[in-house]
């Protein structure tokens, strides 16, 4: 291929399809009870066992790419010839973006006849992931490392992302949420919608009471903003925290009300990176429609 695409384990999509599409990936890192580990698509601890820890009071911490670790995996690729467009995580959720771009800076100098192209992807967990998706659809019709990173940077905002979380105990233990607003909200069942916004930040959109009302909810925002409305047929993805059934129940729904999706709902794992601040529980549906405010 004439380059390389590539982005970070926060895409959260499945090895196979990372395989698959020719998407290369670097792994962010994670901590149960103070132990370390790659965040290596469930490779070190699979997603079952990682969800049931937290679920069983273990403490987690994540940490980004640093950019000597940037510089290592670029560095193979440059040696071989070839040039890199990386996407990072929103700089909304993350510094790494900066990170690779230091090493980008640095190794410039080092081979200035290769190329090295850095974009925010302003996404993150399976909606990152969709988009590159999409780019790889681009590289392999033929298109250049300018016109895929041209095209990343004027669409990266139309893909939707909207969360429901069903348990709020992780957003009080990591201080997102008071103790008192936490035990209103399970008490009354209160489940929050929230998205991403164009500057690449989850914002709290509407507290619902249910959870089948919440998942309803997803449905009926990508009916309001999916491209095309009901004729929508783009891909579509979901990502959950030991929470499949659920996820499955409203792919379901989705493929009931829009007839010409292409190909059926995606359902992945929320990474461990992302998963550490969310806890089990959590739903999130990535779509391509309007753009994102």
């Avoid at 919608?193 to 959109?205: A, E, V």
């Avoid at 909810?217 to 309001?224: I, N």
Wanted: some cysteine; proline content about 3%; aromatic content about 10%.
């Amino acid at each position: 291929m004439s380059f390389i695409l590539s982005c970070e384990s926060t895409a959260d999509l499945s090895q196979e399809h990372f395989d698959a599409r020719g998407i290369h990936y670097v792994p962010f890192h994670f901590a149960i009870n103070g132990k370390q580990y790659l965040d290596d698509l469930g490779q070190s601890i699979p997603f079952d066992q990682f969800y049931a820890e937290m679920a069983n009071g273990a403490k987690t911490e994540t940490s980004q790419v640093n950019v000597d670790e940037f510089i290592q995996y670029f560095t193979p690729f440059l040696e071989a010839g070839q040039d890199i467009l990386h996407v990072s995580l929103s700089s909304g959720l993350s510094g790494v973006s900066n990170s690779a771009m230091v090493a980008k800076k640095q190794l410039d100098a080092k081979y200035p006849d290769r190329k090295i192209e850095i974009v925010d992807s302003l996404a993150a967990s399976s909606g990152y992931g969709l988009l590159m998706d999409k780019l790889a659809d681009l590289r392999d019709a033929g298109q250049t490392i300018d016109d895929v990173q041209g095209w990343a940077e004027a669409n990266k905002l139309r893909v939707h992302h909207w969360f429901i979380s069903t348990d709020l105990s992780y957003y009080v233990r990591l201080g997102r949420l008071s103790k008192v607003s936490g035990w209103f909200g399970t008490q009354f069942h209160i489940v929050p919608l929230l998205d991403m916004d164009n500057t690449g930040h989850l914002t709290p959109r509407k507290k619902l009471r249910g959870k089948k009302m919440a998942e309803k909810a997803l449905v009926d925002q990508m009916t309001d903003h999916a491209e095309k409305g009901l004729a929508y047929d783009g891909k579509c993805y979901i990502s959950q925290s030991a929470f499949y059934d659920d996820a499955k129940n409203v792919a379901d729904m989705i493929e009931d009300r829009f007839k010409q999706l292409n190909g059926p709902v995606e359902i992945n794992h929320i990474g461990t990176t992302i998963g550490s601040h969310t806890g089990p529980g959590t739903i999130a549906l990535f779509f391509w429609g309007d753009k994102r405010e």
